[in-house]
């Protein structure tokens, strides 16, 4: 068998015999799942950056952790096939990708686990890998009245694929990123082993697993924390200026105890003109909310910054809402008449951009190519970096979304496989470019590079989030001190490279070599 697929690897443009081979290896496997070839036209050759595509020998759509573990040992006893798991592919630059490889569509078990368990006072979920996060947002609610605690902010995300990054959305600052709200994990390892691990068992694993962009194991199970979900959510969004009076209210809120701020805290920033996707219009929440720019100073310069918070509610809290949020409004600096608000169901709110995202599908710009770049910036930083970046590289906006909001060191564990800037305060920066809507996608590419490269060179206090790198240097950069564990976990826990080819980490060609290093 092990021969009989080496030829094909070997020979693998002889497109004819592929259907007779798909056929062998799916009885050789014996697996419970189906097996397809890898056409260039297939998705797993294609992601959401539309900036890469790569065939992959075979796309293999697993029933569950035991199919998942088949192939594992299969790619393990050939001298160079490699597997990545691909959870929804909205990676931008092939992560989730396997150049001759096997791709494993984990949606396929998305329905595998689904177990609300209470334990000791506290409530939790149990979820396969390849659950979309909308799923599991709709099915908790609307048969416990739970919710998980900590998001991104578009939910047709799997488990697996999030938890392999972190997750970060506007709860981060609370109960961290969905990294720190995850209990339990069913892994495939780089060896094919099924294991079970958590803080307490295989906990080398477990936190290597967490931000490890899938290089040490296939997550299948995923035991998340719950909290009781509120019916209701008050929406707000202020305007600033100035970049110092938007972080300062930005960082006073995430330094606030529970029940004394509001319940998700996130930002952006936006061009001061009428532009209709980075200008003015993109601020009010509401279609009939207008955007009156006679409140802005005419000393403002060429961006302004907009805080946008969430304050939770139950149905019955209704009369004292307004008190609450009042309050808090209260102690902020935001221009005064620059206020867009709205109230909504939970679910409508954590599901607000995949609303949009069905706009966006209708007018053809959800397909096209993203260049997006996403950063962790230290709070020593981030007014340098909106000096050069934002008020004056992306000065015309890039056409989408340009993120910017706090989040506290303190609530990530340092155990897991992300790296942060240092320092308690950092902001997460995203450039979530639609192409048709900004520049070019090569100009977005070279302003991207541009950014990286500047903040490199003034040695900014900066990570990469959805880190893409080509080099052994660049990822020991992104590293830092904690590449010499990130390599031992991959000796560990997936020694032969086999796992997650598509970040360009290790190399599955150069047997036991690490870009160049051995191990
Ligand atoms: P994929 O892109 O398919 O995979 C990503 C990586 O994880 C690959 O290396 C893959 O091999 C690996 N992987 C996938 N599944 C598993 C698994 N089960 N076990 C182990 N490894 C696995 N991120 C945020 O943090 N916050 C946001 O608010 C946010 N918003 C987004 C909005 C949009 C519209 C898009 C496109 C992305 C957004 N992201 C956000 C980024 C998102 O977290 C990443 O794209 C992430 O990779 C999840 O996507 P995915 O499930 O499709 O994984």
Redesign the pocket.
Known sequence: MIAYLGRIVHNNDAESKLDDDVSSISKSLDLQGSIENGDVSSLASK??GGLYSVKPLFLIKPSGAEDISRVVKLASRTSNLTV?????????NG??MAEGGLVID?CSTEKNHFEFLPINGSHYIDVS??A?WEDVLTRCVSRYGYAPRS????L??????????????GQAFRYG??TSNVTELE?VTGKGEITVCSETLNSELFFG?LG???QF????RARIKLQQAPDMVRWIRVVYSEFEEFTRDAEFLVTQKEGESFDYVEGFVFCNNDDPFNGWPSVPLDPGHEFNPTHISQTAGSVLYCLEVAFHYRNSDHPTVDTAVNGLLGRLRFVEGLKSQVDVSYTKFLLR?NRA?EQVKANGTWDGP?P?L?LFVSKSDVVNFDRTVFKTMLKDGVGGPMLIYPLLRSKWDDRTSVVLPEGEIFYIV?L?RFVPNGPSVEKSVAQNREIVNWCIKVGLDFKL??PHYQSKEDWERHFGNRWSRFVERKASFDPMAI??P??NIFRRDLPNIIIGREF
């Open positions: 992601d959401f990545a798991a691909r959870g929804n592919g909205h990676s931008i992560q989730a984990m890998g390849g979309l998001w991104t902010d578009y047709s995300l799997t488990v697996g694929g999030t938890l392999s990054n972190a997750g970060v959305s990123p969905q892994v697993v490890g962009l899938g194991g296939i997550i299948t951009v995202e993203h997006w996403n995203a979530l989030y959805l796992l997650a598509g970040q």
